[in-house]
Nanobody, 130 residues
Framework: QVWLVESGGGLVQAGGSLRLSCAASGRTFSNYAVGWCRQAPGKEREVVGVISWSAIGTYYADSVKGRFTIDRDNAKSTVYLQMNSLRPEDTAVYYC???????????????????????WGQGIQVTVSS
């Protein structure tokens, strides 16, 4: 199992930027795909982006494509979510989540759902004011 802790959330005006960090501890971090998910009040949790074990593969939901970027530093066991051009509809609790690669499991890009991830951070609030 890997333990995840998010940081970097807060309040920002529309059009602004935030950078979330997800620090991992436990098992070999480079064996995990990491996703960023969010949940707004009254809505289901959704996957906004995923990065593969080696960072070669990434996926972004259409709602954030071109505005959000995920990268990772396996040496630091940390994944980042850079969020630019934020909109009020980006307001949510953001979670990082990890999925252990099983054997030669391929990176599935846009075919991950929240239940595919076995380890979760506690979540961090991002609020975008209009």
């Amino acid at each position: 199992q890997v333990w995840l802790v998010e940081s970097g959330g807060g309040l920002v005006q529309a059009g602004g930027s935030l950078r979330l960090s997800c620090a991992a501890s436990g098992r070999t971090f480079s064996n995990y795909a990491v996703g960023w998910c969010r949940q707004a009040p009254g809505k289901e949790r959704e996957v906004v982006g995923v990065i593969s074990w080696s960072a070669i593969g990434t996926y972004y939901a259409d709602s954030v494509k071109g505005r959000f970027t995920i990268d990772r530093d396996n040496a630091k066991s940390t994944v980042y979510l850079q969020m630019n051009s934020l909109r009020p509809e980006d307001t949510a609790v953001y979670y990082c989540a990890a999925r252990l690669r099983r054997g030669m499991e391929p990176f599935r890009g846009g075919n991950y759902v929240p239940t595919d991830f076995g380890s979760w951070g506690q979540g961090i609030q991002v609020t975008v004011s209009s």
